[in-house]
Nanobody, 123 residues
Framework: QVQLVESGGGLVQAGGSLRLSCAASARTFIVYAVGWFRQAPGKEREFVAAISGVNWSDSRTRYAESVKGRFIISRDNAKKQVYLQMNSLKPEDTAVYYC?????????????WGQGTQVTVSS
């Protein structure tokens, strides 16, 4: 199991940017794929983006269609951090954003979760 802590959420106007951070505790952080998911009020949690670990047969990065071209996921293995740069934010991006770790970037493979950070985009 990996301990994950998200930060960086907040209130931003439409068209603005935010960068979310996910800090991980695992000594073997480098082997894990890390992803971001979100859940809006009254909706199911949905996949946003993911980045692979050292499993090079896995997709390096993966994005939901709704965020392609606007969000960028990256990782710093030395700092055990994963980032989600969110640009051109829209009101429909409003949600609680969760960081997750798993074996691959396949959305159903994630099994360790953080507590979430709120992102609110005003129109």
């Amino acid at each position: 199991q990996v301990q994950l802590v998200e930060s960086g959420g907040g209130l931003v106007q439409a068209g603005g940017s935010l960068r979310l951070s996910c800090a991980a505790s695992a000594r073997t952080f480098i082997v894990y794929a890390v992803g971001w998911f979100r859940q809006a009020p009254g909706k199911e949690r949905e996949f946003v983006a993911a980045i692979s670990g050292v499993n090079w047969s896995d997709s390096r990065t993966r994005y939901a269609e709704s965020v392609k071209g606007r969000f960028i996921i990256s990782r710093d293995n030395a700092k055990k951090q994963v980032y989600l740069q969110m640009n051109s934010l829209k009101p429909e991006d409003t949600a609680v954003y969760y960081c997750a770790a798993g074996a691959t970037t396949t959305p159903t493979d994630f099994d360790s979760w953080g507590q979430g950070t709120q992102v609110t985009v005003s129109s």
